[in-house]
């Protein structure tokens, strides 16, 4: 299923994003602290209604379906996932089962096997019963991440998914999510990230999209030193051939500038 943001407008925030993650692809939504990020993705998960624009998933507009039947198809980790309350993280990733549930019925033990092998896959079972108010960052994360799986929507969208997460567990959760097949928009901060696991990239500079495209098409020194104000160079990465950006410390700042 794939997700399409057309001419996506809020306040002056975020100012006609338009962008598509195709069925099964996964795309990077980038750029600097306060360039719009979090706000379109907001209009993507339903916190958010845009002032303009519309969001279609599998080309029918989000706002016009029932939130059961969006949540079916749409799972999010997002900045402001609220687990702050003494639940086990058993019962955390059970909540995912919700949508796929009528009112009055109940987890069945099939339900229990999806959040069990979701919680398997990035790597918490061992945190089961434990509260979640007791998690670290990352451990929180992952069981965030955990949740969206045992959603079982077609569509996953992130909000900074690596956040809290040492190097391994980074890695772990963007293979984990590539290798899902589902069609996947998230935002990164860590370009080489993005430039990793992402087929397509979408820069946000001023709530405005400023580059789109494949990661070594966009990712290029210009491209870095005008949207971040930091010179970068680019190589190939040895094995796999992506594109890695070398930062330059900020000793000559005035130079980029
Ligand atoms: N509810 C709000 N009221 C006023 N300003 C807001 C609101 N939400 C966001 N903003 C502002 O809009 C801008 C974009 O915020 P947003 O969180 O979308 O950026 P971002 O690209 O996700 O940033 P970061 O990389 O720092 O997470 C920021 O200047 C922020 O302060």
Redesign the pocket.
């Known amino acids: 299923m794939d997700i399409e943001l057309r001419d996506l407008s809020v306040g002056t ?2 100012s006609d994003v338009s962008l598509t993650a195709a069925t099964g692809t996964v795309v990077g939504l980038v ?10 993705l907001r209009c993507v998960y339903r916190s958010l209604t845009p002032d303009a624009g519309a969001v279609l998933l599998g080309g029918d507009p989000l706002a016009t379906m029932a939130p059961k039947d969006s949540a079916r198809q749409l799972a999010a980790v997002t ?1 402001d996932s609220q687990v702050d309350l003494d639940f086990t993280v058993a019962e955390v990733v059970a909540m995912a089962r919700l949508p796929h549930k009528g009112t009055f019925e109940r987890e069945n033990e099939a339900d229990a096997a999806i959040c069990a092998e979701a919680l398997k896959r990035v790597d918490a079972t061992h945190l089961t019963e434990r509260s979640v108010l007791t998690l670290s960052g990352g451990e929180r994360q992952r069981v965030l991440v955990a949740r969206a799986l045992a959603q079982q929507p077609k569509v996953l969208v992130l909000d ?1 998914p690596t956040n809290h997460l040492d190097i391994r567990h980074q890695h772990e959760i963007l293979a984990l999510v590539a290798g899902t097949g589902l069609t996947v928009l998230t ?1 990164l ?1 860590d370009l080489n990230l993005a430039a990793t696991y992402c087929d397509r990239v979408h820069v ?1 500079a001023d ?1 405005r999209i400023v580059a789109s495209g494949r990661p070594a098409e966009v990712f290029t020194p210009a491209l870095v030193a005008e949207v971040f104000g930091v010179r970068a160079f680019v190589v190939d990465h040895p094995v796999s051939g992506a594109p890695q950006l070398l930062y330059d410390r900020l000793v000559h700042q005035e130079e980029i500038q």
Not at 31 to 40: C, E, H
């Open positions: 925030i975020v750029g600097p602290n306060g360039s719009g990020k979090t706000t379109t900045q900074e935002v901060h946000l709530g």
